[in-house]
């Protein structure tokens, strides 16, 4: 399980200046959202008045005020410095599928709280309300360039992509859909990892989820976003015939707070980024978010 | 580190003093047996009574005890003409996880389990029984020796988990849990998983799947150690407790979730009282768990693996 403070520092949330109820639909809007009147400066106090808002955006890595139009227009990349926006999973559908054609499976699923977990009730209806979303994941069938494909994608800003009993089941009934129906699988994942208010449950979904894979025999490509780690990285998103990494994503197994405290050494740089796994051959390909459709749409044409 | 815990004081105290007494007894040549038995069906009734009212956390100590059996203990009462089998063949050998072949009631085992290691250097030199990437695929090896020679297979699971480091993170250790959870299930000779320690976490997933999981009644299994959960949940890891009864961790806990297909008694006072009979009673549970296996199959024995872990979890369908 990666903690939350691991995730501030990296790729990651988009700095708007508009209030949440005005924002963007593709943002994700959450605590870790940090608004842009937070400059200091007269003049910068001027300017923010005369910014209408959520009109600008300020890049999380290179700092450049953006018109959002523009970055919109990109993406949500940074058309300076490449930096990707952490989005949630309704742009994602837009990005990688032909319009329309996502049919929506299981959505039918709701979580329980086996457990009787402290506020976890509480936390799954927050969440609903924030997100409009009843789990972290979203699952069926769809097209890429009138390709069928079976696809999940996943949503941090729905208690950080975890993984519980509904998302282990979402994932493995994909699985045995696309066996089912003789179609490529496409996993868009982004995590922190398991669910820690299922317990043990929801370590049991990494062997749910990695074990039905064995029943695949059509191609399963993982892509990996801002950020994959921990109990998703270490099952189904790890077993894709193709990984994909977005640019900048961190990816990883354990924390880099938790490796940090436990080798009392800095971390070197990069560390854990996407260009860190293909540099140590854990990952096929760093693929820039605006060329993910074309390049799954290039595999599936050789793969399928 | 102290090598016994707080509410094991007073079972402590009595043994002690049963010690002296029979001490005393010999110097006088006799005279205290009646004293000496009395304490003794004392200090049975305090280990029963201080027992059977233990907390999840202090079932986590006893899981954690210092003297408590590890694999390489389990592997010596147990097995005979045992070899112990190193490296993955890709990086190196990882001591915080052993495997071998070994003898039980005639039938030859593929063995493997964590080791945390018993002294400071030996503790270090087994990284608190934590593994590294290299661990994993050295386990998969030698369980697929399993499958291509027909022998069944045993794993004990003691570990706090994956040990999170830079070197692991590089020769990836999610990939090597992914994979091992994903091949493991297709291993087409019966495997019996025991969790007789800590089972922290991916660490313990990665050589967990099995036909029969059964679980010592003082071991634990968990998503996230409890003080890992505590800092989370309450921001602060003295709440380590309340993060216990929370995740609900226990032998029963996991009995109840299905998750596990039977607990492992312990002896009286818990494994690390009698290390001998502890492993009597894993032994017992191994050859139980063979005989309902061994005439099964492969095929279907595969497919009744994956259904077990394909069913479990908790939801509602609208
Ligand atoms: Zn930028």
Redesign the interface.
């Given at each position: 399980?990666v903690?939350?403070s691991d995730l501030k520092s990296g790729g990651g949330f988009l700095r708007v200046g508009s209030s949440p109820t005005s924002g963007n639909e593709y943002f994700n809007i959450g605590e870790k959202m940090k608004w842009f009147q937070k400059r200091k400066g007269i003049e910068k106090e001027s300017k923010k008045r005369e910014i209408p808002d959520g009109v600008w955006v300020k890049c999380d890595s290179c700092g450049e005020i953006l018109y959002r139009k523009e970055i919109e227009k990109n993406l949500m990349v940074c058309p300076k410095c490449n930096y990707h926006f952490q989005i949630n999973s309704s742009l994602y559908k837009k990005i990688l599928l032909d319009e329309g054609t996502f049919e929506e499976e299981d959505d039918?699923?709701?979580?329980?709280d086996?457990?009787n977990?402290?506020?976890y009730k509480k936390k799954l209806k927050e969440a609903m309300t924030k997100t409009s979303l009843n789990e972290c994941i979203i699952s069926g069938q769809a097209k890429i360039y009138g390709r069928d494909i079976e696809i999940c994608i996943m949503d941090f800003s729905f208690i950080g992509g975890s993984m519980?009993?509904?998302v282990?089941?979402k994932v493995?009934r994909a699985i045995y859909r696309a066996s089912d129906l003789n179609l490529p699988l496409v996993i868009v994942s982004a995590s922190g990892g398991?669910r820690?208010h299922?317990?043990?449950?929801?370590?049991?979904?990494?062997?749910?989820t990695?074990?039905?894979?064995?029943?695949l025999e059509t191609p399963f490509i993982s892509i990996l976003t801002h950020p994959t780690t921990?109990?998703v990285?270490?099952?189904?998103?790890?077993?894709g015939d193709i990984i994909i990494a977005e640019p900048g994503a961190l990816i990883?197994?354990?924390?880099p707070r938790?490796?940090k405290q436990?080798?009392k050494k800095e971390?070197?740089e990069g560390?854990?980024r996407a260009e860190f796994l293909l540099e140590?051959g854990?990952i096929d390909l760093v693929v820039s978010r605006k060329d993910l459709r074309d390049t799954v749409n290039t595999l599936l044409m050789h793969l399928c | 580190m102290p090598k016994y815990l707080d509410f094991e004081k007073p079972i402590i105290g009595l043994k002690e003093k049963i010690e002296e007494l029979k001490t005393l007894n010999t110097d006088r040549g006799g005279g205290l047996e009646d004293e000496i038995e009395k304490l003794k069906v004392r200090l049975s009734k305090v280990r029963e009574e201080i027992f059977s009212n233990l907390t999840s956390w202090e079932q986590v100590e006893l899981a954690r005890h210092p003297n408590r059996p590890y694999t390489n203990d389990y592997i010596k009462y147990i097995f005979k003409d045992w070899v112990e089998l190193h490296g993955d063949r890709r990086f190196a050998d990882d001591p915080s996880i052993v495997a071998g072949i070994g003898k039980l009631n005639g039938i030859s085992f593929v063995v493997v389990g964590h080791e945390k290691g018993r002294k400071t250097k030996e503790k270090i030199r087994r990284n608190f029984g934590m593994p590294h990437p290299e661990g994993y695929r050295k386990a998969l090896r030698v369980m697929k020796l399993g499958s291509k020679f027909k022998l069944p297979i045993v794993t004990f699971i003691d570990t706090p988990g994956?040990?999170?480091?830079?070197g692991?993170?590089?020769?990836?250790?999610?990939?090597a849990?992914?994979?091992n959870?994903?091949e493991i299930?297709?291993i087409p000779v019966p495997i019996i998983v025991i969790i007789t320690g800590e089972g922290g976490?991916?660490g313990a997933?990665a050589i967990?799947?099995g036909d029969r999981i059964y679980m010592q009644k003082y071991a634990v299994?968990?998503?996230?150690s409890p003080e890992?959960?505590a800092?989370?949940?309450w921001r602060d890891q003295k709440y380590k407790k309340e993060a216990t009864e929370?995740?609900?961790?226990t032998a029963k806990?996991?009995k109840k979730?299905n998750?596990i297909d039977d607990i492992i008694m312990e002896p009286g006072g818990g494994a690390h009282s009698n290390h001998k009979e502890a492993a009597n009673l894993v032994g017992e549970a191994v050859m139980k768990a063979y005989n309902e296996l061994k005439d099964i199959p492969a095929d279907e024995l595969i497919q009744k693996?994956?259904e077990k872990?394909?069913k479990?979890?908790?939801?509602?369908?609208?």
């Open positions: 399980m903690d939350a039918n699923l709701r979580t329980l086996p457990l977990f402290k506020n519980g009993s509904v282990g089941e493995k398991a820690m299922e317990g043990i449950l929801s370590l049991m979904q990494m062997a749910k990695a074990t039905a894979l064995n029943k921990a109990g990285l270490a099952s189904y998103a790890s077993l990883g197994f354990a924390g938790v490796i436990t080798i971390l070197p560390f854990q140590h854990l | 994956a040990y999170p480091g830079i692991a993170e590089e020769r990836g250790q999610a990939l849990i992914a994979e959870i994903k299930a297709m976490s991916g997933l967990g799947i299994y968990s998503v996230i890992g959960c800092s989370i949940i929370a995740l609900k961790i806990d996991l979730f998750i693996r994956s872990f394909s479990m979890g908790f939801f509602k369908e609208l």
